[in-house]
Structures are given as C-alpha cells and as structure tokens.
C-alpha cells in the first residue's frame, strides 16, 4: 500500500519569504499523481497545485511550485513570498494511475503554517 | 459559484443514533466522496460515488454506509454512532475524468456523547 509522510506537523515563516513543506511517499508504482491541498482555518479545502509523475517539469502555481524527485520519492511544495492568507494545513495526496476503482487519495497527516507578520 | 454543500457545520449525538450527514453539490459532479479528518491522521476515505446509485468502500467504510439516489446528493449513514466516530467529516465532489476531490464542503464537525 502506498504511504505519504509529512515529516513537517508545523511551520512558520515570515511573510514575504519562502518556505518549502515536504513530502516523500512510498509506492512500487510508475505512473501516478501528486497533490498539494491547503485547508484554511475554518475553510474549505482547496486543491493547489498537481503533479504527474511522467512529467519531468516540476508544476508551478503563481507563487506556488513543487520540487518533484522521482527517484527520491519526494514531493516538497515551495511558496513563494509567503502571505497571511497562506496560513493553513498542507496536505500532501497520492494517487494511483489506473483504470476505474482505484481511484483513491492517500492523503499524509498535515503541516500547519503559520506565517509571522 | 460553485458549491459542495454539508447540511450542518456541528453536530451531537448519542451513542447508538443513526446519524445522516448530508452532501449536496450544485455542480453535476458525477463523482463524490466522504472523508473523515483527524488529527495526526490526515484524511481517510469512507466511501466513494462515481455515478447515482453507485458506491465504492474507501479505507476506513466499517460502521458507515452511504446512499446516493439522487447525482447532486451523498448521504453518510453512521448505522449506529460510537463515540471512536467522533471526528470532522468532509463531503468532495469531481467530475467524470478527474478523481481526485475538485472541491469541498466546509466539514461537519460530529460528537458522539
């Protein structure tokens, strides 16, 4: 079974500075996706950015991007120029590629950040 | 706007109700899922539907059941409330061809006494 290990359960950051949150995860499998998802406090979980793991360009978001380590198994998420309203728990997801009903998230336990005036 | 609806924001009950926590999306979304948040935990699916009438177990489905006659509505069905189902509980929604959650409610959070 696949596995997402959010090493981080908190960080800070000052605002306008960058921040990276990580992610390794754990599969035998060569085709899959990667997600980050933030989950303001008390709103609405958001999906930010997404990867495909046959894709060698890392995905980039406005001022989010990711550092995508195939070999590593590593997923870490960059935010740039950090924000009061980037202060939320991070989600790193994994998700198999494959044909109907195995479609499920495997979702790492979190990374709440704070960011500092 | 779009919007992926959970009837309560709070809720308590006791153990041993039948508990129904309700999800609406106003999108024609044709998929959608039910997950339950802890703390430490992360997110962990109930139950998954990719069309009306239609059910998948996820990874944590004992003690839960669901129900989805109509497209825009899936209901989460506590058979009987224990108190380790004290939780927050969120309802996503995504289209045909994207499987992973699109969008969220806001989450209810339950207590079972």
């Known amino acids: 079974a696949q596995t997402v290990t959010q090493s981080q359960p908190e960080m800070s950051v000052q605002e306008a500075e960058t921040v990276t949150l990580s992610c390794t995860y754990d599969?035998?499998?060569?085709?899959?996706?990667l997600f980050w998802y933030k989950q303001p406090p008390s709103r609405q979980m958001i999906l930010v950015i997404r990867q495909e793991a046959y894709k060698q360009q890392n995905a980039t978001e406005n001022r989010f991007s990711v550092n995508f380590q195939k070999a590593a198994k590593s997923f870490s998420l960059k935010i740039s120029d950090s924000q009061l309203g980037d202060a939320a728990m991070y989600f790193c997801?994994?998700?198999?590629?494959?044909?109907?009903?195995?479609?499920?998230?495997?979702f790492g336990t979190g990374t709440r950040l704070t960011i500092i005036p | 706007d779009v919007k992926v609806t959970q009837s309560s924001r709070y809720l308590v009950k006791r153990t041993g109700e039948k508990v129904f926590l309700e999800c609406v999306q106003d999108m024609d979304h044709e998929n959608m899922f039910w997950y339950r948040q802890d703390p430490g935990l992360g997110l962990r699916l109930i139950y998954f539907s990719y069309d009306v009438k239609m059910k998948e177990k996820g990874d944590i489905p004992e003690g839960y059941s669901v129900s989805r006659e109509k497209k825009e509505r899936f209901s989460l069905i506590l058979e009987s409330a224990s108190t380790n189902q004290t939780s927050m509980y969120l309802c996503?929604?995504?289209?045909?061809?994207?499987?992973?959650?699109?969008?969220f409610g806001d989450g209810t959070r339950l207590s079972i006494l």
């Open positions: 599969t035998s499998e060569s085709d899959y996706y």
């Open positions: 997801a994994y998700r198999s590629e494959g044909e109907h009903g195995n479609e499920k998230l495997t």
């Open positions: 996503a929604s995504s289209t045909a061809g994207s499987y992973q959650p699109q969008h």
